[in-house]
Each structure stands twice: as C-alpha cells, then as structure tokens.
C-alpha cells in the first residue's frame, strides 16, 4: 500500500520500475541522504498523480515501485555489487528503472549496468559539483569521484555536463579534454538533447543543482544555482530523447528539509520523470 | 495593543476591518494554517508600516483590527455560517474587510457575503491549485472545492484563476468551460485587470502560489511556483480596480516556516493589499 | 586549526586578515547574528577553496583569519572602541581586512578606521534597509542607524546605497539629499562601479538584502530582495575596483537557518570577497 | 511490508489486531496527532520485538496491523460511525483491539463497541486530564468530553480515572460522586487492578499523564506528570487482569517530537501492551 | 485580551501585578530569554485557571497582567533603572509583583525596589548557579553577578540559596561565609520556609535549577537539576510563609524549547506563584 | 584554542589525552554521532571548569585534547586500525585516554588496545543495549555486536554491564553464561566497583543508557532508562576505582539535540570522567 502516488502496477506488468537505495555511507560533510526515499513516498501523497505540464496521469502508466533495497551498512563495494545486480536483473527483463538515491556514489552501478546493456550508452549529468575527482582522501569509490569512476567505462565524448559550479581547478582542467561541461547553468541543455535524440541515454540528477535557497534539502549545499523552474523545464524537454534508457535522481537529504518543500520538489522531479520514461 | 502593525483605528473610525479565522478543520495533508494570523500579528512589528512600493503608510489609512473569530472545532458548517454572519455584518456598514486564514475553504463564506450585497461580483483567483473539485473524499465543503462552490452562485465568466499548476485532469477539462485560467504564470493578470478596473471585485490569494522554494510554510508545497517578488508585482497592479470590495490572505502554515520567512512574506502581502484597499 | 577554509597564513605572512565580531546587543526583533562567524567557520568546510568564478584559489592567496574578538557584553559603547581599535591596528600595518558580523551596527568603528586611513573613503551599501534612522528608540547607536553614523564623518556624495526596500518615510526623503539610493534592485550598480574604479572603496553587505525566501537566516526578514546569483554576479564585478580598502559581511542568523543553506551563501560570498580582496 | 514491527500475521491468523486512527479534528490548542500512527509504524523498526520485561516476543504473539482508517475531515460524527463500525466487526470476529489515536475523542467509539459486547465493561483511564466536560465551547463531541460521554452508558463505578492532575474545578467536584479518581499519581493502580481482575476491562492511555519534560510530544502539555519507568511498571502490572478486552493509546503528536523520543515511549507502550493483550 | 490565562483585573482592582521584562543583553551564551513573557502569555490558554494543588482560581483572584516593559536595546543600565522605577510605582501603591524575565540580571532592579519599600526583606533565591561573581569579563552587571550585587545591599544572612550546582571554586567560598546555600537539591527549603514564615520575603526563580533533561528551554544547561515535580512541591510550600512581598521566574527561553513543554512548565510556575501571592 | 573548556596542556604535559572518533558508518537507524565531538567542544562552554561534586578543576588538571582523528568514510575495517593505532601510541607513551565517540563500535578498538597493554583488563559497560550480537545483518564489526567481540579477548568473567533494557531474547540468554549483566538499573555498580578496585579498568558509556525522555540526542532511543543524577552519581563512583586505564562516552547525536541539554549532559559527563582519570 505504501508506494509513490500511481505507482500500482505489478513488476510483471511494469515498463519502468522505481527503487530506492537509502545509502549515504562515504558522505563525508552530512549525512541523511538515506532518509530520502522514505519521505519522498510519504509526501509524494501531497501531489496529483496528474501532470498539467506533460497532460499525462501515473494512474495511467506501467510503473512498479519495488521498495528499497535493503543494504548492509558500513560495507560500500557490497552495497555497490547489490545494486549492481537489481538493475542488470531489471533491464534483463526489458524494463527501464528510476533509481532515487541516496548519495551520488550509488549512480556508479546503476550506469555501469544499464552500460553492459548499451555499450553505445551517452550520460547526461546535472549537479551542482563536477563529481571527477581522481579519489577523496585516498578513496576511490566516493560521491565526489563517481564521474570519473563512469568515465573509465563510458570514455571520453559520452558525458555531459550542466550546471556545475564546484570542484577542485584540476577537475575543471581535467573536464576539458574529457566531457562536455556547461559551468553555472542548463542554457545548452536543449542543443545537446538534440545531438544526442536518436542514442541510448542515462539521465542522472543530483538535486544539489538547485540553489540551497529554494532546496535546502541537500547535505552539499552550493549557492548560485538554478531555480526550481529552470530544472522542471529541463525535465520537460527530455521528452525529446528516444531512447531515455534509465535514469536517477540522488542527494536529497530530509534532516535539512524541516519544511517538506525539498521532498516535494523531489516528489515532482520523479513524477515528471516517470511519466517521460513511460512513452 | 497586540494589532497588526499600524492597524489601531476604532472599528467605527475604519473604513477596512482586517481580521482572522483560525480554522484548518478539512486540511487533509498537514494541519496548521489555523496558526497563521498570531504568527503574522507577532511578526508584523518586523516590519515597518510604510510602504515605499506605494509611498504610503498604515499608520495614515483607516484600519481596524478584528482580531480572530471565536469558532468551534470539528463542525464545519457551523464555522463557515459564523464566518458568514461577520462578513455580512462588516459589508452592512459600509466597510471592506480583508480575512486571513486558515484554510482556503473559509474563502467560501467570506466570498458568499460579499456576492450578496455586490451581485455582479467578479472573483480573482491567485492559487497553486485549481480548487475546482466537485467533492473531496465525498465532502463538498473542502479546501480543494472552494471555487467550485463559489462558481454555483457566481456563475460563468466571473472567476479568474492565474497561477495554476495542480489538480486532477477533470478539473482542468472543466476550467476550460467555466473559468478563465492561466495556467504556471501570472503573465495575463494586467490584461484582465484592466477588463475588470470597474466591476466589484474580491480578490482571494492562496499563497501556496508561491514556489515553495521561497514559501516553504504552507501545508501544500506545489515546486514550479513564482517568486515573490512576481506576487508582490501582481499586488501593486491592483492599484488599477476601482472597486475591490474585500479580498482573502490564505493557507500561510507557520509550523513549516522554521524561520519565519514565510510569515514575513505574508505580512507583506497584507500591509500592500490594506494599502491598496485602502483608498 | 580552525580557521574559514584556506586561510591559514599567519598574521605576518598576510596581505588580508579575515575576523569576527559576534555582536548583536542592539538587535531589536531576533538575536542570533552572534553565533555567524562560528558557523561560518565550520560549515566553510563543506565548501571548495577554489572559484570558478574568479579562476583563484584562498590557498594561493595571503589571508590570516584571525578568530573573534572578545566582547564584553551589554556595554555597547566599550564593544564599538574594540573594534576601531582592531582594526586601526590591522590597517596600520599596512593589511585590509574582511569583518563577519553580527549586526549591522558593528559596521560603524569599522567604517571609521578606514575613513580615518583613507579620507577620501567611498562606501558601497548593499541592503533591504535604509539603515538612515536620526536614533532607534532613543539610541543613537543602533542597527538601524549605521549608514546614518557614518554620513557624520563622510558627508554627502561618498554613500551608494543598493537593494533597499524598506525604511521610514522620512528615510527614504532623507536619503534623496545625501546619498545614492536604487531601490529594490543592484541594477546600477556597475554603472556606479566604473565611476568608483580609482577611489578607496569600503563594501558593506547586509545579507538580508537577499530575499528571505532564498537566505532565511537572518534576524530581519524583508520580502521583496535580490537572489543569490543576483549578490553573486554584483561581487563578481568588485573585480573592477582598484582600491578595496577594506569589507564586511553582516547579519547571518544562525538559529533561523535550520538547513544550512543561508550559512553556506554567506560563506561562498567571504571566499568571492577574499579572492577579490586579494589581488 | 510497513507494519509495527513483529506484527505480521493475517487478520484471519490474528487474535489481536492493531489499527491507527488518525484524526485530530477538535483538538482545540495544537493539532498533530493524526500523524502519530504514520510516524510509530515507522520508528518501531528502531525497537526490538522482544520485551525483556514481559520475556515475550510480538513475532510469537497472533498479532495483524490494520493500517490506518481512511476518514473524511471536517465531519466528526461521521468519523466517530466509521470507528465504532470498524470495532464492532473486529469484536464479532472473536478478536481483541489495540487502537491508536489520534486525539483521546476517538476512543469514544471504540469504549462504546467494547461496551455493548461486554455490558460489564470497566476503564482504567490513565491521564493528565479528567475529560469530564459537559460540553466544551458547546461541543459535546470533544476530546475534553471523551469520558462524560463514556460515563453516559458506562454509568457509575465502572470508570478508574488515574495520573488526574488538571480541569475545572467542576469537573473534580462532579468526579468525586459518579468516577474512583487518583489525582497525580498511579500510586493506588495496582490495588485496583487487583479489584477488577476478574470482570472485563478497556484501558485507555492518554499519553500526556506523562510528565512534558520527558514527554514533549503532545499537543497538550501538563507539567507535573510521572516518568515513563512508572507508566512502564503500570503496564506490566496489567498482566494480572484476566479480562482486557480492549486499549488505546492516544494523544501522541509527532510535530511536537522533534527527536523522536516521545515516538520511541509510545512505541514500546504499545508493545508492552500488545504482548499483554495477546495472552 | 492577550494577557496570561485568567489575569483580567484592572491594575485599580488588582492587588498583584504580572508583568515581563523582554532583556537578554548581558546573555553571553544563547540569548533568547527576551521571547519568554510572549511565548507564556500565548500558551498560557493551554492551562486552566483552576490549580488542583491550591483549589484556587485565577478568575478568583486580583491580578492585573500588565504587559511587558517597553525597553532600549544595548543600554544595560537604562534598562535596569527603568525596571526599578515601574517596581517602585506597583509596591507605592501597595500591590504586590511578579515579574516575568528575562535573564536573570533583570531581578536585581526589582529586589532593589522590594528591598527599599522592606528593609528587613529575605531573598530566596531557587537556581542552578551561584550568580555570585565580582564581575563577569569585567562587567559588574552581568546575570552571573546577580545576587552578588543584591548582598551588597540586602547583607549577610539574608540569602538563602537553593539547588545550586555550578560555579567558579571562589563563589563556593564565599558562599560559606555571606549566604545560606544548599547544593544540588531543595531538600532543607522546608526548614528554611519555617524560620523565614513572618519576615517579608522575596522569591526569585531561575527556571534552570530544573534538570535540563526534563526543562532545555533556557540558555544555560547545567545537568544534575531538580525535577518538575520537585519544583512544584517546593512553590506550594510557599504558603506557609506569610508575607511574599514579591516574586520572579527567570530564564525561560523559548528558542531551546521546540516542543513548548518548557513554556507550559514556566506557565505552570506562574499560576501557583500567583494564586500563591493573592492570599 | 578550539578545546573542550580547561583542557589546554601540551600532550607531552599532559597525563590524560582526550580525543574526538567521529564515525557512524555502521549505524542502521538514524546517523548522527559524527557530530558529537564538535558540537561538545563548542558547547563546552557554557559549563565551567570546575566540579563542585569532586571539588576538582579542570585548569589544574594534566590533560591534552588532541581533536578528532580524521578518517576515511565507507571503510570500516580502515576506520578501526587507525583508532587502534592512535590509542596504542597513547598508552605506550604512559598515558590514558578519554575518547569520545560517535558511533558505539569504536570502542571495540580502543578497549583492544587498553587489553594488549593490559592483559588483566576489565569491562565496565554502561548501556540501554546488550551490543551482543554475533552479527547484525551479516555484519560481525557493527554497533550492534561489539560487546561481543570484546568477549572474544577479554573472554568470561571480565565484562560487567549496567542498566541494559533491550536486546534479542539470545543475547539475554548468552550473557547469563559470559558477562555480569544487571538489568534496567545500576542498582549493583557500587558492590561491583568495589570488587574492581584494584584491577585495570575500562569504562565504556553509551550515553543511550539515559531515559530518551531526558536525552533525546542518540539515534537509538530506549525508553525506560535511568535519569542524569543517577548516571552522575554512578561516575563520582568511580573514583574509588584505583586503575582505571582509559574511558570512553559513545552515541550523542548532536541532530536529535535540537536545544542542546542533551550535549550539555555529555560535557558534565566528558568534565566529571576527566578529572576523575586525572588523580
């Protein structure tokens, strides 16, 4: 009984399918990303399952909420490895996934799986930080090294970047010659969604992009980022893209929500979300 | 003593009566708007009397401050007949009055009242929700059907909506027939306030209109809102009707504005709206 | 140890000494602005020390952050000489520095010190408030006096006032004769920058010229201000002064941010303000 | 998948079933409860099943969690129908109740339910207030009436009121000929227990006769209560009664818990109380 | 009609005067007491005006709620002149008082004025601390010198402390020599009420003599403290003493107190005190 | 200059070493106890230096504080080789040591280091929790366990706990054979402390042995547990213990803390075990 609003179907009858991974185990400044899920299903009770933006219902898609997977604390490759093999079992079963975090590391095998499936597989990233650091006091599986982690798979001319504002000088260096970054805002956000309609994408959000003003609800707030506006415009020309094979939405962290305005605005991101990769 | 600020005229000296109803009784997701008009009492000595948006200053109107209905919890018709009664009172004196909730549904009286001794009435509608159900959960006195209600006696070509981005397929369907509405924006109110500069008007704000991203102290967060400084673009406007006859500041929730923000943006929204009655 | 990220060069070594004044004695509304500096400094580390908005890192520049003073309590007048001692001291050794308030009022002795070393002192005002009152409730040494304290010393033409939206009437008509005012907005700013370029400047910004709805975290919210990258873009064009003598970054609210996000803006607008500070 | 921790037996299996009622409709001072059972099913997962008081464990107890009433606001009577219908059934199934509130008005219908299957019926009433009222501001269906109403049917000496500490001074007198009342204390619970071990007995526990200090989690605070040890021994000495047909324990509100420690007493005061039920 | 619960006399008819001193200027941890009075005056309608410890009832008694004082900020000795006058004014025209602070330096004006109209007056004086400095960072009126200051004129024997549990190794030792003081408890304050029972008596209470466990709103925290009980217990001893000229409760402070069960505690202290004082 | 308040000797002054482990990553329920270390360091101050219980001062004590110790996020067995190395390097320099936790794993390698040093080590543990399972979650090195690893060196005989309440029906049973537990109280810990006198102990806290009601701030509430007096009056105990090696207190959460009494009772814990160590 206890799903996101209009996510009722069976997995058997289900095109996408929505999980939660309640991980925030290498979070080195706040914690509470793990919380996310929980009140994201709680308040996703406080939205329409409509869509005026989209003029489409959840009660009308093939979506499953299959829970949260449950982790074993304080042991992160064995985290990884359990994700890992949820979502290749997902997209061995020909389905889509929206996965919520979390924290960002646990993107790392949630695209690596949906990479086995679809070696030609491009990523669109929007954050507020570059996430391309080499490692992050000596370790290498962290949520500030998770992109270049995927780079080492996707290679060069397959990830693209927007709205990052933080990182070290030599993750900007090193984003040069490795992706495509668009520093501060989404503005050539729609030009890459034509380049890149007709090929598989992975679509992965870090909600940290908004400006901590209107979202606080982030263990990493950054300030001078994109409105709330700007991101569901974005999310609505996703529509664009042909072949939207999965995609996540990471970092909301309830403890720094104490007004709910955060998990809502993580609430319709999913719905917008869902409802674009159910075509 | 413990007034809005400025607002220290005698009721018979007034020429407005600003006054409160503390009631939240149909709120189906999180109860506390029955809060707001104490909190905005305390917080308005933040705030200075002058406006230098219209150069002047509540301490020159003609204000009365009611203070706060007197209403009995768990009957809801009973609440709405008091509400109903004072209105109506207020209205037979030759006075304006401006009502902050509670909950929209307390709209319904205040608006009934004021129909029925101007029967041309028009109605403004700023709101996040289109408020336009024919029941919710099988009560047809709830928050969610205010303006459907109004529409029985206002009728056709009377309600203007603006801001709209919630509610279920059905309502918007219907909207298409019976009210004007501006969907996500307020881009058009000029425009139709000019049609309207000489007709009675109320206006009714839900100021869940606002993003929650600036405006998390509301019991119904909708992301995708405008800012304030649109809203308080749109208040200054209204300087142009000839004849606003009383108008509603609602669903302000203070146990979900920890900083008091909220509530700042929401004795704003009176000072510049007594002002403007005001004249 | 404990220093504002990246500023760990010693008194000697530095060119720009960082320090607070946790202060807020004469705060009528909500104390609080006391506990700024405190959470600045550990919050700091969730921030980068590199800009990529500048292309400059605090650890390549030469800035000691020199901890807080230590105040005597209730005795308004002996806090005031504290500080103009502090900092006539810092300047005499031929160092700018950067204050973190407290409330505004701690501006003053700061102003004063770098009037007294540079006569020819411009000031750049950057708030919601006026800050012109002739006296607060009897006291001529109040927040809501400062600008007013240090026309007494500058005199006409030397105040450029940005942002304000709130005040007394007989303020705002004050404030016609004898300084530079835009309302509501920065948008002239730059224009007054490039007139500004060769004069010794002193940048004052009260954080609460930001909307309360993005930065909650101050004890005087006024509804209607500028975004955070608005205040960004504005900091951003100090670039073009020849000669910043000195800055500071007043009324952060610590126990009205709840979430952090208000502490994290006002951190990011210390590093801009150093690294700008540092040429 | 999301029940009180250990209760997962099917209704049929079940002897004892568990049902959350959150509604909080005339609660007069501060609304809340009717998040209670959301946020109890939740933090259970932070308990054990095992008690080492009682030495039983809820995973060997016949235990099935209804989930929570779906009720329409704004309509108490209806409410209250829907309640007693609900109890009713369950009782004529040859099972036991653990109901949890919401306000204490709610369990008016569930005393009456058990009333009517068990004429013999005695309450053991542990709480702060006498809820005695004839009516309050002319409501007769309110919290502060909950146990005149019962006394209605129930009649005289077959209610133990406990822990009393506040009401009007009518409502002692009125006690004094028709209640056996302890006014502060449970010091006389257990010879009263022994008293009524053999006829059949509802317990209703209002969570606030715990003292505020240790138990802020209401919407009714009243300094002077006891600790959670002597609610906890009152609990356990209930095993020697051999006829409880049914309890409640309401008046918890989790907005007033910021830390979840009143959450955490109500959960382990239910599952004392489920593990003595299910004998 | 927003005074404390029941206190509706007019100062003519009254024989006791409540009233609040807003000050928290000399505060050097977390301010906040200032919002005490407003706070206790709001959930003071979540008591009763009957007391069933006393069986008396404030709508029975003489007592006018006479706001709070209109004071200047950042100028402590103002403050405390004007506190003195307005003590001086009450007891002039034979009432008696009880103040509401505040921090607790704020006692030492209204003892002075007490002590002046009674030259034989006893203090007994309920706290955590010993307030017995010769200065605090060498300020002589700070909170933690206040009944240092009030020997120098009240003198030795006339100071009977309780429940004390923190201060610097000098004030124990001077403590044995100048006052009466018991440590860590209330146990002697029965004995000490009976030698004090026909002298005329003032009674000061900082509310952080409390365990800060079952009271955390207040700005100064000292584990080890009494109970709410054991507090409770000793103001209803006070009516053995005959001639209370005076009284205050100190400290409360609303910012650490999110759920209210310190405010309803400080509520509750103050309706016994004053049923206490209107013999 | 940032220490716990008193603690400012040079470590090669120093006899006692106190020192922050700010680690959570095996906790389950609710993070947090990273924080602790900072927030008690800061909120140190608002206690004094000097015990009026033990009539000792922390200025003439020999104690360093030596920070936190700075570890790798997401790797478990890392984290705890790096704490055993720390404490190992303490002990072999002729010192003790106070450590202050996070999470309650993080005694097991400081309690391991005090056994190599000292082979006859025994285990006075203090706990709402057995923390004797084999495994949590398949998880051997978890917060849940890690009394029994301890067993696995110390072996039976040598582990003495103290008001546990809650656990797994086989951990109750497992401790009658291996550890001396008594439940619910610490009835028997001065018979015990005066077997122990003249041995080598350790004494390891988990603060979550106090009432939740008194101290909410852990992430694991257990209701019914013992007040701040009488864990006070346990650690004055202590002083007859004549070989008390090292110490630690584990399980603040600073974000369940929203008014701060529950760090404010691990400073005077922190204060009172200091200068007991330091004879």
Redesign the interface.
Known sequence: ??TFIGCEKTYNEAETVLFGVPF?????????T?FAM?AIR?DS????S?S?YL?K?LEDAAIFDG?DL?L?????SKVLDQIFDYCQEVLKDGKKFLMVGGEHLVSLPTIKAAYEKYPDLHLIHIDAHTDLREDY???K??HASVIRRCHEFLGDGRIFQFG??????EE?EWAKEHTYME?FSLDTLKEKIAELQDVPVYITIDLDV????????TG?????GI???EL?EAINQFQSLKQIVAADVVELSP????????T??AC?TIRELLLTLDK
Do not use: C, H, W
Request: negative net charge; hydrophobic residues 25%; charged residues 25%.
């Open positions: 009984m206890n925030d185990g290498t979070t080195s400044f706040r914690p509470g793990r929980q709680n009770f406080g939205l329409e409509y005026p003029d219902d829970g449950d074993p604390f304080g042991n992160t006091l000596g370790e599986l962290s990052i504002r933080s990182g070290l000088k900007f520093r908004l400006d901590p003003g209107v979202f606080p609800g990493t707030p950054e300030p001078g409105t709330y506006r569901l403890p720094y929500d104490p007004s709910g305005a955060s809502a605005m319709k």
